[in-house]
């Protein structure tokens, strides 16, 4: 199993360029997460999809949008982006039952916007 | 509201020593605690997790952290350091094991010194 994979690993934006950050899972978990990693701030939940076709604003939503694509897939939408949005974005996932509880973290991009 | 405090976002011990990560939450209910391990240029790992039962958690790499009700605590400890065990290390509290609620501690990077 490859766990939580993400794409792209690095990427620099100008203000105002768009992109998609793509998360995929092959745990069949039915909740995944996107945050964001600021020096200093810890991990802040963006948005999170609790199963498919469900989504969810986290604690910093603003400047973001997310698909749940299918159960596998999720992924975070930036539609303009500003230079406070220079960030290492993880993508999550969980099985929300039994006893195993834990997210499981993917690679992370690292985002620069100019 | 929930929230996660540790204490201390850098500190440093010599290869051989007591390490001691501390992590305090507030809750207005009994939590699930993690910790996390984050290696450069890499996602998170979990290193233990409390959910019910034994308050004394033993977790990967020779960690242990234990549960205190009393305290509001669940500090990180290792008998002895190892050059390896250089990292960021993050507290994280949920109050279910549902989606949307993994609440992270800002982190404490870790140095061993040899």
């Known amino acids: 199993n490859a766990g939580v994979t993400q794409t792209p690993k690095f990427q620099v934006l100008k203000t105002g360029q768009s992109m998609t950050l793509q998360c995929a899972q092959d745990?069949?978990?039915?909740?995944m997460y996107w945050y964001r990693q600021d020096p200093g701030m810890g991990l802040r939940l963006i948005y999170y999809s609790a199963s498919e076709g469900t989504t969810d604003k986290g604690e910093v939503p603003n400047g973001y949008n997310v698909s749940r694509l299918n159960k596998r897939e999720f992924s975070l939408r930036l539609e303009s982006a500003a230079p406070s949005q220079t960030s290492v974005y993880f993508c999550a996932s969980n099985l929300v039952q039994g006893a195993s509880y834990e997210q499981y973290f993917g690679p992370g991009t690292r985002l620069t916007v100019t | 509201a929930q929230s996660v405090t540790q204490l201390g976002s850098h500190v440093s011990v010599s290869e051989g020593a007591l390490v001691l990560l501390r992590c305090n939450y507030s809750s207005s209910v009994p939590p699930y605690l993690f910790w996390y391990v984050q290696y450069p240029n890499q996602g998170l790992q979990l290193l233990l997790k409390y959910t019910t039962g034994a308050t004394l958690v033993k977790g990967i790499n020779g960690f242990e952290a234990e549960f205190k009700k009393s305290e509001t605590s669940f500090h990180l400890t290792k008998p002895s350091a190892h050059m390896s065990d250089a990292a960021e290390y993050f507290c994280a509290v949920s109050l279910f094991s549902g989606a949307n609620n993994l609440f992270f501690g800002t982190g404490t990077r870790l140095t061993v010194i040899p």
């Open positions: 745990m069949n978990h039915n909740s």
